[in-house]
């Protein structure tokens, strides 16, 4: 989401916001404007929370996305497994 550690990096994910900064973070339109390798996605949208959840799972896997469990998110089970 958002932040800095000395060894970690964050970008903030908003297709809708103008700015590129957000206290002091780089601000991109797309997961495909993040030039970095990166290993997780953690879900802040309050809105559209399980659109943008259930984009990244299918983007990135479910084990590589995060969200509060006060959003209620869960990845939809695979085809083929039990939930």
Not at 2 to 8: P, T, V
Not at 16 to 39: H, K, L, N, Q
Not at 48 to 59: P, T
């Amino acid at each position: 989401m958002c932040g800095r550690r000395s060894d970690q990096d964050y970008r903030l994910v908003d297709p809708d916001e103008g700015a590129t900064r957000f206290i002091g973070v780089d601000v991109v339109r797309s997961y495909s404007d993040v030039a970095e390798a990166f290993d997780g996605v953690v879900i802040t949208d309050l809105k559209h929370a399980k659109g943008v959840f259930d984009d990244a799972v299918v983007a990135f896997g479910a084990h590589k996305v995060l969200a509060p469990d006060l959003l209620g998110l869960r990845p939809l089970p695979e085809q083929g497994t039990e939930p």
